[in-house]
Nanobody, 127 residues
């Protein structure tokens, strides 16, 4: 069982930055692929970024590439999402997700590929 808790959301002006954190309960955190997704009102949950177990391989949605950075600290059981140059289209609830014991080179970009989820943290970007 893995529990995930996101934090760091809030209200920010367009062009601003936020850093989201996701703390995991699992002692085996370093064995899991982690991902960030987001869901805007009235829209489906969409992939944002993913990072492999060791942190040396990442993949981003085109919409955030060059603006967002995913990273992890396995010693702290935490994954981060640094979000820069935010715009109103980034407004959504952001979710952290884990796929346990996954070490393939294939990047996981679909929600059903993850087996644990956090409750989400809301990000609102004002224009």
């Amino acid at each position: 069982q893995v529990q995930l808790e996101e934090s760091g959301g809030g209200l920010v002006q367009a062009g601003g930055s936020l850093r989201l954190s996701c703390a995991a309960s699992a002692r085996t955190f370093s064995s899991h692929t982690m991902g960030w997704f987001r869901q805007a009102p009235g829209k489906e949950r969409e992939f944002v970024a993913t990072i492999n177990w060791s942190g040396d391989s990442t993949y981003y949605a085109d919409s955030v590439k060059g603006r967002f950075t995913i990273s992890r600290d396995n010693a702290k059981n935490t994954v981060y999402l640094q979000m820069n140059s935010l715009n109103p289209e980034d407004t959504a609830v952001y979710y952290c997700a884990a796929r346990t014991y996954y070490s393939s080179l294939h990047f996981l970009v679909r929600p059903h590929e993850y087996n644990y989820w956090g409750q989400g943290t809301r990000v609102t970007v004002s224009s």
